[in-house]
Each structure stands twice: as structure tokens, then as C-alpha cells.
């Protein structure tokens, strides 16, 4: 049988990449974005298993409209992909209100308002599993893109509520921790601070030591992506990436290393 996709940022990137992975096993997809322009070719490429859909996810009302819209071009919605996300580059001290609420309003806002709307549809079925792009980063902050690992750390943890919350329907919530691929997050998808000359020395540190290397194509993840949607019972969460794998274990076990040494002033108090 195959399946119903409905996949947000799928214009480009992770998005583009697990959208064309879909339809090349015959699966059928709603594929969202802000500007679908890009998706044409595609489009065209697979009559009648591509539909575009202009969306704004930050917009709750036309996220429901979409939403609506994605469910009945096919009939059903089998794996729905949390994956629009924006950057915003800089350090905390210099973002301004309407950068931080313009970044959340997609990053952790936009998935909810899609959570939201998937959710009676999928209900209904008794079915569906939904993906949520979070990052291996959203276990803790990094200088100058600390807005994007919170954003990243509140969809994680909302997601895993609603992972408790929909089981009981038949509805499954799996956290893709992404490691970092060649999605042109860093320039398209990017707003950058204006920057404080104070910290520039942070950021050459910062610059050597991320280097050039953009990471690798978004479609080598895809081959993951298909394994995990044909499972009969998925991981409640997924770190996708080798190398990606080793550093979120080498960042658990130095949280764990912290928490050890200071334990005796933990238990000092009773709570």
C-alpha cells in the first residue's frame, strides 16, 4: 500500500530530499513550502503523486486551512514531517525581540500549529506517524546559534508529551535528531544578528573551528527516513548520522561526568 506524505520545507534541503526519497518508492506526498516554485520539475516528473502547497506555517489559520487541503487531495495522511525551520545567527545579547519571535514562530510555533492539525486527522484513521526534525543540538546551546537549539529544545520536549498523548490512538511521534547536512540552513535559511564588535574574537574562534565543510548531501539521510517510516514500532527518538550519533553520546556522558561531580551539592537539598 502506499503511502500519504505531508512534508513541511520541502521545497529544499532535508525537505526536498525525503520528498523526492517518497516518491521514488511510489509513495504520494503533499509537499509544502513557502515558495513551491522549486518543486515544479517534480511535480511534473510524478503526475498525480505530487501536490504543492503554498504555506506559511507560522500562520496557525492557514496551517489548518493546509492542512485540511493535504488530507483530501489524497484521502489520508499516513507521515506527516515537522521539517520547516529557519536560523538565526548570533550571539543571545544581540537578538533582537522581533528576530526571537519571527525564529520561534517557525521553528517551534510552525511545528506545533502542523502537530495541531495533523492530529484529528490522524486520529480519525487510527493511524499516522509523525517525524519531528529537531537537531542533535537540542540537548544544549552552542555559541551564536543558541536561539536555534532552544527552539529545537522546546519541540523536542513538546514532542515528547504528545508522543504520550496520541499513542492511545494509534499515532506514533518519532524525533529525528539531525545532525548537520548540506541544507542551505547557513544561507538561505539564515538571519543573522547584527554583530557586536565585542564578540568578534568568539567568532573566529567559532569559524575555525566549524570550518568550510557544509556537511553531507541532505539525501544520503533519506535511505534513514524510509527505513524508520516502514517500521511497525519506530523509536520514540532517532539520531540521524553517524558521526552525528557519537558526538550527542560524547555530550550525554560529559552532562552525566558534570552532574557526578557536583552531587554532593545536589543532595544538599531535599527536593
Known amino acids: 500500500?502506499?503511502?500519504?506524505?505531508?512534508?513541511?520545507?520541502?521545497?529544499?534541503?532535508?525537505?526536498?530530499?525525503?520528498?523526492?526519497?517518497?516518491?521514488?518508492?511510489g509513495d504520494r506526498v503533499v509537499a509544502a513550502a513557502r515558495n513551491v516554485e522549486p518543486l515544479a520539475e517534480l511535480e511534473r516528473e510524478h503526475p498525480g503523486a505530487l501536490v504543492r502547497l503554498a504555506l506559511d506555517v507560522?500562520?496557525?489559520?492557514?496551517?489548518?486551512?493546509?492542512?485540511d487541503r493535504a488530507a483530501a487531495a489524497f484521502g489520508r495522511l499516513d507521515v506527516v514531517v515537522n521539517n520547516a525551520g529557519t536560523l538565526l545567527y548570533g550571539m543571545v545579547e544581540e537578538?533582537?525581540?522581533?528576530?526571537?519571535?519571527?525564529?520561534?514562530?517557525v521553528?517551534?510555533?510552525?511545528?506545533?500549529?502542523?502537530?495541531q492539525?495533523?492530529?484529528?486527522?490522524?486520529?480519525a484513521q487510527g493511524s499516522g506517524h509523525l517525524l519531528q526534525v529537531t537537531s542533535m543540538g537540542a540537548g544544549g546551546g552552542f555559541a551564536s546559534t543558541?536561539?536555534?537549539?532552544?527552539?529545537?529544545?522546546a519541540l523536542d520536549s513538546v514532542s515528547e508529551a504528545l508522543a504520550m498523548e496520541v499513542e492511545p490512538f494509534g499515532i506514533k511521534v518519532?524525533?529525528?535528531?539531525?545532525?548537520?547536512?548540506?541544507?542551505?540552513?547557513?544561507?538561505?535559511?539564515?538571519t543573522a544578528t547584527e554583530p557586536d564588535p565585542r564578540y568578534a574574537p568568539l567568532r573566529a574562534k567559532l569559524a575555525e573551528m566549524w570550518g568550510e565543510d557544509a556537511g553531507p548531501d541532505p539525501s544520503t539521510a533519506a535511505p534513514v527516513i524510509m527505513e524508520l517510516v516502514g517500521l511497525a514500532d519506530p523509536p520514540r527518538r532517532l539520531i540521524v548520522g553517524s558521526v552525528s550519533y557519537d558526538l550527542v553520546r560524547q555530550m550525554?556522558?560529559?552532562?552525566?561526568?558534570?552532574?557526578?561531580?557536583?552531587?554532593?551539592?545536589?543532595?544538599?537539598?531535599?527536593?
Open 146 to 153: 543558541g536561539m536555534y537549539a532552544a527552539g529545537k529544545a
Open 95 to 105: 537578538a533582537t525581540e522581533e528576530q526571537l519571535r519571527a525564529h520561534f514562530d
Open 58 to 67: 507560522s500562520d496557525r489559520a492557514a496551517v489548518r486551512e493546509g492542512v
Open 174 to 190: 518519532t524525533i529525528l535528531q539531525m545532525g548537520g547536512y548540506d541544507t542551505g540552513l547557513f544561507t538561505t535559511g539564515t
Open 117 to 123: 492539525a495533523v492530529i484529528p486527522h490522524l486520529r
Open 1 to 25: 500500500m502506499t503511502r500519504v506524505w505531508f512534508i513541511t520545507g520541502a521545497s529544499r534541503g532535508l525537505g526536498r530530499a525525503f520528498t523526492e526519497a517518497a516518491l521514488a518508492a
Open 252 to 271: 550525554e556522558a560529559a552532562r552525566a561526568e558534570q552532574y557526578a561531580a557536583w552531587e554532593s551539592l545536589s543532595r544538599m537539598a531535599p527536593g
Open 107 to 115: 521553528n517551534f510555533f510552525g511545528a506545533v500549529w502542523v502537530s
